[in-house]
């Protein structure tokens, strides 16, 4: 079983950058898979990064080439680099841990999310 704390988010300004940290429980946080999915009011819940416990990534389409997720299994932790930002950034930001397969991401636990705003 996981517990996860995003952190990180905040009102950041258009075309600046944001760094978003998730704190993991436990002690088998390497072999989880872990992604990070947003959601802005009224929208659905959408991808927007997973990385394997082997390392390997996906991005959602808006996403690539601005952000970045990152895994330092020594530190229990998944982060989210977001640079060139844009306002249609703006959502709550949750953090996952589940299982990849077939290039399938199966979430099993969820953090309880954190603001980004961006707006001048």
């Keep these: 079983q996981v517990q996860l704390v995003e952190s990180g988010g905040g009102l950041v300004q258009p075309g600046g950058s944001l760094r978003l940290s998730c704190a993991a429980s436990g002690s088998s946080f390497s072999i989880y898979a872990m992604g990070w999915d947003r959601q802005a009011p009224g929208k659905q819940r959408e991808m927007v990064a997973r990385i394997t416990s082997g ?66």
């Excluded at 841990?97 to 001048?120: E, R």
């Design 55 to 120: 390392g390997s990534t996906k991005y959602a389409d808006s996403v690539k080439g601005r952000f970045t997720v990152s895994r330092d299994n020594a530190m229990n932790t998944v982060s989210l680099q977001m640079i060139s930002v844009k306002p249609e950034d703006t959502a709550v930001y949750y953090c996952s841990a589940g299982q990849s397969y077939s290039g399938a991401y199966v979430p099993a636990y969820w953090g309880q999310g954190t603001q980004v705003t961006v707006s001048s």
